[in-house]
């Protein structure tokens, strides 16, 4: 079983990056879930997002997850949220930030020791499609750190589960996951 | 005529898309509906199915769930197919009138996204709309994730609609963990659906005018009683008729439905007994408790009304110890499964140890770990022979543990 818990703020996109992640996985026959802490929050709250993915037909319907992948799409919540809960040893984090991973270290010293990855989805976003929606960008970081699946793949994957949208957002998209994958680091 | 939907062979849908994509799938006249989390969603994906030209019936949007069950008995009652969702406060305000549709025997189908009832106000899950409702005369059926979602909205058309049955039904899941929560679903195509389900016959139509009648009459002393012992004698018996839908799904999916649920059950020395998603996480927590040695069985209800008597029995028959786990504050006394599932076992000459558990009020997380004490408890029970543990017990609760008996 991998587990996946994303961090974001309500309205950047993290339960419709879950979904598109879980679709794109189901494609391939495995199991997926994907789910998200509601509560009465309004746009801009810290909120949670949940992915787990099995061979097998999931059963666990607990809120409670050891991840394997911390995803955090929105910088501020590296600081104010407590990304590291319940991790385990070699839990993997996939951190949006301008800084380096030196600097993002330095700044926040709990992450000091883990294994991070670093990638700035929200510049990547504004560049690409236009606005501050992080989350087709970190599921490009993710396919690098996982590799869940290849680039070529997942895209075109991707761009089925798009398949409702314009084809410029298409693109945007597109473009976001490649530079997000090149760039992790 | 309504456009065919594009649908994958599994596709990923949280329980509210399944249920609203067996609403569309029913063919359904009227739909009247007040949205309310967490079944929200399900009144919204079928108002876009219809503006999309998905649907050909009619949706109404009223002013409240009271109306909205009303506006299902008047179109039900008209003749023609009708269905609703709701959940918690909208489900509680609907009450009067879901007596009124199991009454005038109105086979109106109902999703309900469970949910706690205020106060406090919570949107989360639990079954508190769920045992508000179960003695008001439909029949119950419980899913445990998506896909039975979906699959139970399906069969609820048919088997309330049923010349036999002619009873409304209820679908209940559990709000957010499964409502919310997307999996695999392996839908029917449109095509296949609608003729599983067939076309709505109509009985007693108000708009038959060449045969006038009237529903929703008066009657006192003289006749009230023969009518509700000739409604509860069809409830009943409606088990017959769920029997025969379960099957018919069965030959077409593969997908098997019983009345009463269980998971390795054969051998189990303990048993934990409970309704919704904690059915599917109890597998895992007695699948666990099996490797340390402890013979682990999960037992549910998937027809919670007509409540399957003889076959809970039969189900706990060989069980030392059972822990039914009740997601409703019991107000004064033990949960319902407690006490129904207790009732049930003295009848049939059996007294294992029976625990209550109070749980998960609120969308309070439900941890593998809790249940695994639970089964922990069952089977210091088990050994002693007799209750070691307090009869009621609250898991998951913060504080000073709270018990009774």
Do not use: H, N, W, Y
């Given at each position: 079983m991998l587990e996946i818990r994303w961090h974001s703020r309500a309205g950047q996109g993290a339960v419709t990056g879950a979904k598109g992640l879980a679709d794109v996985v189901a494609n391939t026959g495995k199991y997926v879930q994907a789910f998200a802490f509601y509560g009465s929050a309004k746009r801009g709250a810290a909120m949670t997002a949940y992915n787990r993915v099995d061979e097998q037909p999931i059963l666990n319907h607990e809120k409670f997850m050891r991840p394997d992948y911390v995803l955090v799409i929105d910088p501020g919540l590296t600081y104010t949220a407590d990304i590291t809960a319940n991790e385990k040893e070699n839990t993997k984090y996939i951190i949006t930030t301008h800084l380096s991973k030196e600097e993002l270290i330095k700044s926040?010293?709990?992450?000091?020791?883990k294994e991070v990855y670093v990638v700035d989805c929200m510049q990547i976003s504004l560049d690409?499609?236009?606005?501050?929606?992080p989350n087709a960008p970190m599921l490009g970081a993710l396919m690098k750190v996982?590799?869940?699946?290849?680039l070529d793949y997942f895209k075109e994957a991707m761009k089925k589960v798009l398949s409702k949208f314009p084809q410029k957002i298409i693109d945007a998209n597109m473009a976001a996951i490649e530079r997000a994958y090149n760039e992790v680091h | 005529m309504a456009k065919k939907y594009e649908l994958n062979e599994v596709e990923v849908w949280d329980g509210n898309m399944a249920a609203a994509h067996a609403l569309r799938q029913a063919d359904i006249d009227i739909v009247a509906a007040y949205p309310i989390t967490p079944s929200t969603p399900i009144v919204q994906n079928y108002s876009k199915f219809l503006a999309d030209g998905y649907v050909d019936g009619e949706f109404i949007m009223v002013e409240s769930e009271h109306s909205a069950m009303s506006g299902c008995v008047a179109a039900s009652a008209a003749g023609v197919r009708a269905a609703t969702a709701t959940s918690s406060q909208g489900f509680a305000l609907m009450v009067e009138v879901l007596y009124q549709a199991s009454g005038m025997r109105l086979p109106i189908v109902m999703t309900v996204v469970n949910r706690a009832l205020a106060a406090p106000l919570n949107v989360n899950g639990d079954h508190s709309d769920m045992y508000l409702g179960r003695d008001a005369g439909w029949i119950n059926l419980c899913s445990y994730n998506p896909q039975e979602a979906y699959d139970l909205t399906l069969m609820a058309f048919k088997i309330g609609e049923d010349l036999n049955v002619r009873l409304p039904v209820m679908v209940h899941q559990d709000g957010f963990i499964c409502s919310h929560t997307a999996q695999n679903v392996r839908p029917l195509q449109d095509e296949e659906a609608k003729e599983f389900i067939g076309e709505f016959k109509a009985v007693n139509s108000m708009l038959d005018v060449a045969n006038p009648v009237t529903h929703g009459v008066q009657t006192e002393e003289d006749w009230h009683f023969e009518h509700k012992a000739r409604q509860h004698n069809d409830l009943m018996n409606s088990i017959k008729t769920i029997n025969e839908v379960f099957a018919q799904f069965k030959d077409r999916t593969g997908r098997e439905y019983t009345p009463v649920y269980t998971y390795k059950m054969d051998d189990a020395d303990v048993a934990i007994f409970a309704l919704g998603t904690t059915v599917e996480s109890a597998r895992i927590a007695a699948d666990q408790m099996r490797e340390k040695g402890i013979k682990a069985g999960v037992v549910s209800l998937r027809v919670l009304r007509p409540f399957p008597f003889k076959e809970v029995q039969e189900a706990l028959g060989n069980v030392k110890a059972v822990a039914t786990l009740d997601r409703s504050a019991p107000g004064g006394t033990f949960g319902m499964l407690f006490n129904e599932i207790s009732a049930a076992l003295l009848a049939g000459g059996k007294k294992p140890v029976v625990l209550n558990y109070i749980y998960g009020?609120?969308?309070r997380d439900t941890t593998i770990e809790m249940l695994k004490e639970v089964y922990e408890d069952l089977d210091k029970c088990a050994k002693a022979g007799?209750?070691?543990?307090?009869l009621q017990q609250f898991l998951g609760l913060r504080g000073p543990k709270l018990s009774f008996y």
């Open positions: 926040q010293p709990k992450l000091e020791g690409t499609i236009g606005r501050a929606i996982s590799g869940m699946f290849d | 009020l609120g969308g007799e209750p070691v543990v307090p």
